[in-house]
């Protein structure tokens, strides 16, 4: 066939052209119709199909993670009363301002106890901090090496919550007596016990 041949033919008589010209032309015009046909109704189907094979993986994802909560929830129950129980131990250890002139009759006893002798003891300013207001202390006082060492230990055991933060041990004297100065906090939680 020649380009005259091309020239020739009228889209009116497209039933009577040569075959390969019709099936060029019906391959093209299927080519255009699938291609409309996918843009207009197909595409949109095929991106909410796949949101929805997203949000299927999402929901199974969250109700495994509910089975395993409502499964496991007789151990976070337990789990919760033991916190609970934790919680409001920890929160006794903190003093309220009825207790803070008792805290500090407590560290007194315990310094007499170990045979020390007290320069000072004083509280310092009250600090707010996020959850809670540290009580800081300054405590000055004297003695040997083993009645220091034996107050230490005895802080520890004491039933409130006592930071040390910072010590300054230095010799008094050549009779081996130490001073020492220690800056220490405890804590008080007004908030919790509010709520309880």
Known sequence: MSTMNLNELDINELPFWPAPFRIVVLVIIAAIVLGLGH?????????????EQAREKTLRN???????TAVNLPEYR???????GDLETLLAMLPNDDETPKLIDDITAVGMQSGLNFDRIEWISPQS????TALPMRIELRGNYHQIGSFVGKIAGLHRIISVKDFNLLVRDESGTL???ISAETYRQQTLRASK
């Open 78 to 84: 337990k789990q919760l009363a033991q916190l609970t």
């Open 39 to 51: 843009y207009f109704v197909i595409a949109d189907q095929v991106k909410a199909y796949n949101r």
């Open 179 to 181: 001073n020492l100065s």
């Open 62 to 68: 969250d109700y495994r993670t509910k089975y395993q």
């Open 129 to 132: 901090r996020e959850f809670y």
